[in-house]
């Protein structure tokens, strides 16, 4: 059933530009027959080189307070600036994304995160200069300690506390975290 549905997404690829089409050069010999591979990859005519597009890891924090509200951020920067957002950012290499999700939540935040549990993952795909980033969002559930002390800092333009009735998925500008917002979503008020 995967192997069927893997087939019918690589079909749906060949319609569209190449992912790594902006890439004409071997960035290994700098030929300019850097060519096609495959739906994934481009490979150098002349050295041999080839390089695959992978997507690239990415997290997200769900911090809720005490009085069972979510921690929203206004995005301060480009793609979906000044949608909400929820803490999270880009894996640096050779981080766990555990020690990731706890770097960006500081970093956004000024929040020191004591335990993270994985809850879920959605694909996304982050235009940034130019290039289609495809990224794999992996979704977290983040205690922290003293919630009140958190304040918007780095990739934040602002910071919110919102009971979850209150929580607009449309407001949220990237597809994958409003995605996982409406799941969220559902799975809170399932619990009530
Ligand atoms: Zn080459």
């Known amino acids: 059933m995967f192997a069927h549905k893997y087939k019918a997404k690589m079909t749906k690829c060949k319609d569209k530009p190449h992912p790594l089409g902006i ?7 700098g030929s300019p027959n850097f060519v096609t591979n495959n739906e994934k990859s481009k490979r150098c005519a002349d050295c041999g080189f080839v390089y695959f597009f992978n997507p690239s890891g990415a ?30 950012g880009f894996l640096d290499c050779a981080e766990t ?16 995160v004591e335990q993270c549990d994985y809850l879920f993952s959605i694909p996304n795909i982050y235009p940034y ?9 992996l979704f977290f559930l983040c205690r ?9 800092m780095d990739d934040a333009e602002s910071l919110a506390w919102i ?5 607009m998925p449309q407001e949220f500008g990237l597809l994958s ?14 619990k009530k």
């Open 23 to 29: 890439f004409r050069y071997c960035p290994v010999c």
């Open 163 to 167: 009971p979850w009735e209150q929580i």
């Open 97 to 112: 994304a555990e020690e990731g999700v706890a770097r960006e939540v500081f970093e956004e935040t000024g929040l020191e």
């Open 59 to 88: 997290t997200v924090a769900v911090i809720v307070n005490e009085r069972d509200e979510l921690l929203v951020v206004r995005r301060a920067k480009e793609p979906a600036k000044g949608t909400l957002d929820l803490p999270g």
């Open 177 to 190: 975290v409003r995605k996982g917002v409406i799941r969220l979503k559902m799975m809170w008020t399932n």
């Open 129 to 137: 200069s130019g290039l289609d980033v495809h990224t794999m969002d």
């Open 144 to 152: 922290v300690k003293g919630t009140q002390e958190a304040k918007a």
